[in-house]
């Protein structure tokens, strides 16, 4: 069997299992290998019938009596078996099984796992998990817990990857090279999986998670070394001059730059000065003043004869760029042109041949800017905003519609460090760590439902002063098992309580024609309270609304709920955000107290990380950073600084890969910079 085989390959995988399997992104046998356990538990120590502790895990070895029996209790059916030691019998309780009572085989012995509990009177064992003895035995060792989905148990996964690591027989091919393996006290690959799976030592599990954590971060970052060596290699940028049109453009502003701005002007300019292709980022929280400088970096490229084209991830954020620059580039002489997909064929053609012929210099856009069929003049520099929300592959399609055009890309996410050495290996960084003057500091405050009525008392007291609201919901459809408001229901009940206030609503699954409606209708004034999912988390800038009031706070995370309290606080007025949740989780409350004694972007997007983990960081898995399946960002630092620092030793080493001992890796950056593992 190779590792590369199809999962149906392994005994016991037909077409149903192999789809649930994938549901899990389990497609071959090395995915399979390298569906590393969440948690272990401790089943070293098996306990006599007679030493099972009283609402305790307990995990015991018996044989079984006779037959089982299942009777109905309301709406459960209860499954009763009794089974026996040298020291005494106890009966096995199960819910809603009853097949168990034929499962289980008179005089056969099998390993129990569960709580032992006393109820009216009597002694009963619930069952949580059994398994046959000798039948991929778990009992007396560690035993993996893994990420599981419907219709997958511990049990099945236990096995198949027995089955898994048997066949393969040390098989798994080595891509760390035997020098770093040495330099840096690594184990071996194959012994590292097996042992991730089953250690048999303590110090065997923490050797193998070691080389397991250093192998993950080291390959993600050769591969981002080596997509911006790529980069920069022979990519000779366009050279601009006309310096001075920087410092004239500050005086077309209607305020000054902060310190931070000027310092990152000044970083942009060094690096479209000189002839190499610049590749930036711009880090800064929500109204910091991102935009300006790429407003600015836009009016340096357009004096030297180039075009410039900004990305943004949603029509509304497209359409309320092209406001902001239209309203200064218009006077300036410069010509600003809208590309979307929600326009009519009409003015996509125009957009077309204005971009094509050079007429528009400047070009504000959602993806459809990198479209097949989209030609430029004479590109200069490349914009996209919201950085998280695209990709490498994004970055690329942009890039290549110029002759190696600057990249400048920004986001208002705030991420730690140790986040963005991750996500954005192939980029220089610059932080705007400074708001301009003015911002006031918004109110935070995090209450229960109880709250309610003196919220709406509250929100009814500021639109009667001509001010607005924002109400965030997490869902639009209803769904009970998480009870959670729908934006809909949710909008109907504030209508009947806020009966002086106009209330409408917004969400993901409206045409974007109805959402730029309503958006525009709500920053005129003529909606007083708006209610929305998380799509106005980059949506229209809105001075009058001074109300963020988000429900069921617990399920954002941080970073995204301090993205959003960053639409309120724009204006002169005493703005306010309020978080709504009734989570009783220590974890769930820590968080919110976070953003309640916190205004920093960093600070929040750091407690984050540290509380949530990587794998949540973004709300969604997708928006961001490439699923790690076993390191973990906030733990395993000095793993990272290792790993990274291997990996700038071995491109100075052989900065091609051509060495016979570094064609493994050689092979498997390609795989990462290629599939979907740097999908950023």
Not at 99 to 120: A, D, I, N, S, V
């Amino acid at each position: 069997m190779e590792w590369t085989d199809s999962i149906s390959c392994l005994k016991g995988i037909g077409e149903q299992r192999e789809k649930k399997l994938n549901k899990l992104g389990i497609y071959t046998v090395e995915d399979l290998i390298t569906h590393y356990p969440r948690d272990y538990k401790d089943r070293s120590r098996l306990a006599k019938i007679n030493e099972l502790e009283l609402d305790e895990e307990n995990t015991f070895i018996a044989r079984c009596k006779g037959n089982g029996e299942t009777m109905k209790h309301g709406r459960f059916a209860l499954t009763r078996l009794k089974v026996m030691d040298e020291t005494g019998e106890v009966g096995l309780l199960w819910y809603n099984q009853p097949y168990m009572k034929t499962t289980l085989k008179p005089g056969e012995w099998y390993l129990f796992t569960g709580r032992l509990q006393k109820k009216y009177g009597r002694k009963e064992f619930s069952v949580s998990e059994w398994e046959g003895i000798g039948e991929h035995f778990a009992g007396g060792r560690i035993v993996p817990v893994y990420p599981s989905g419907e219709g997958i148990s511990q049990k099945m996964l236990r096995g198949l990857m027995e089955d898994a690591l048997g066949l393969m027989c040390g098989g798994l091919p080595e891509y760390i090279p035997l020098w770093i393996r040495k330099e840096y006290q690594l184990a071996e690959r194959n012994f590292s999986i097996q042992e991730i799976h089953f250690p048999k030592t303590e110090q065997s599990f923490y050797d193998a998670r070691r080389r397991l954590v250093f192998e993950e971060l080291f390959l993600l970052q050769g591969a981002l070394f080596s997509l911006k060596s790529f980069l920069e290699k022979g990519n000779n940028g366009i050279l601009l001059k006309k310096q001075k049109s920087l410092e004239m453009f500050q005086q077309y502003l209607p305020f000054h730059f902060t310190n931070a701005q000027s310092r990152v002007l000044k970083e942009i300019e060094e690096d479209m000065s000189t002839g190499k292709q610049m590749n930036r980022l711009i880090q800064g929280d929500v109204g910091s003043g991102k935009t300006a400088v790429a407003m600015a970096a836009s009016y340096w490229a357009i004096q030297n004869g180039y075009q410039s084209v900004l990305m943004a991830p949603t029509e509304v954020l497209a359409q309320q760029h092209y406001q902001s620059f239209s309203s200064i580039f218009e006077g300036l002489g410069i010509t600003t042109v809208l590309l979307t997909g929600g326009q009519t064929g009409k003015e996509k053609r125009s957009a077309l041949e204005k971009i094509a012929s050079g007429a528009a210099e400047m070009i504000i856009g959602t993806h459809a800017v990198i479209q097949k069929g989209v030609e430029y003049h004479k590109l200069g520099l490349a914009i996209t905003d919201e950085q998280h929300r695209f990709g490498v592959r994004q970055r690329s399609a942009l890039n290549q519609k110029g002759e190696a055009p600057h990249i400048l890309v920004m986001t208002a996410t705030p991420i730690p460090r140790t986040l963005a050495l991750i996500l954005y290996g192939d980029l220089d960084v610059s932080i705007i760590d400074e708001l301009p003057p003015g911002r006031q500091t918004i109110d935070t405050m995090a209450v229960t439902s109880n709250y309610h009525d003196r919220i709406y008392t509250f929100i009814d007291k500021e639109v009667a002063q001509g001010r607005q609201a924002y109400v965030i919901c997490p869902m639009i459809e209803e769904n009970e098992k998480l009870e959670l408001q729908s934006v809909l229901n949710f909008t109907e009940e504030l209508q009947q309580k806020l009966k002086h206030c106009v209330v409408s609503w917004v969400h993901g699954k409206m045409k974007p024609k109805e959402k730029q409606e309503i958006m525009e209708a709500f920053a005129k004034g003529e909606i007083h309270v708006l209610v929305s999912t998380t799509v106005i988390e980059v949506g229209i800038n809105v001075p009058n609304a001074v109300i963020m009031l988000i429900e069921n706070a617990e399920r954002f995370g941080l970073a995204q709920l301090h993205q959003l309290r960053g639409r309120v606080g724009r204006g002169s007025e005493k703005s306010y955000c309020i978080l709504v949740s009734d989570a009783k989780a220590k974890i769930a409350k820590q968080r919110l107290r976070t953003l309640v004694d916190s205004q920093d972007g960093f600070v929040i997007s750091e407690m984050d990380l540290k509380l949530r983990g990587p794998g949540e960081f973004f709300g969604t898995r997708q928006h961001g950073l490439p699923e790690l399946k076993i390191a973990n960002m906030y733990q395993d630092m000095p793993i990272l600084i290792e790993a990274q620092k291997a990996a700038e030793k071995l491109l100075e080493l052989d900065p091609t890969l051509s060495l016979e001992m570094h064609q493994g890796i050689k092979v498997r950056f390609a795989q990462l910079m290629e599939g979907r593992k740097l999908e950023l």
